[in-house]
């Protein structure tokens, strides 16, 4: 059984920052990418940033320069640095892991979301 457990969202003015962060726990056997996606109401959910097990990123255009994804392998976690947050960043943010757990092969989860609010 696996579990993301993401904290940190919440409301703020815009032009203000937020960190979030998930935390992947349970028979973990290796974590692959990791990334984060958000959904707004009435849209579908997009993938905002991800982050290879090395390391390398990969931003969508709308957040590129302003969202930094980070992670710390020996914690199975992943963040999301938001600054200069604009009103359209309002969405649940979801954290995502392409995972192997003891025993399986890479499987795609999907956390259970955290509200941000950018509004004044």
């Known amino acids: 059984q696996v579990q993301l457990v993401e904290s940190g969202g919440g409301l703020v003015e815009p032009g203000g920052s937020l960190r979030l962060s998930c935390a992947a726990s349970?028979?973990?056997?290796?974590?692959?990418?990791m990334g984060w996606g958000r959904q707004a109401p009435g849209k579908q959910r997009e993938l905002v940033a991800s982050?290879?097990?090395?390391?390398?990123?990969s931003y969508a255009d709308s957040v590129k320069g302003r969202f930094t994804i980070s992670r710390d392998n020996a914690k199975n976690t992943v963040y999301l640095q938001m600054d200069t947050l604009k009103p359209e960043d309002t969405a649940v943010y979801y954290c995502?892991?392409?995972?192997?757990?003891?025993?399986?092969?890479?499987?795609?989860?999907w956390g259970q979301g955290t509200q941000v609010t950018v509004s004044s």
């Open positions: 995502n892991a392409v995972l192997a757990v003891v025993g399986g092969s890479p499987t795609n989860y």
């Open positions: 982050i290879t097990r090395d390391g390398s990123t």
């Open positions: 349970g028979s973990i056997f290796r974590i692959y990418n």
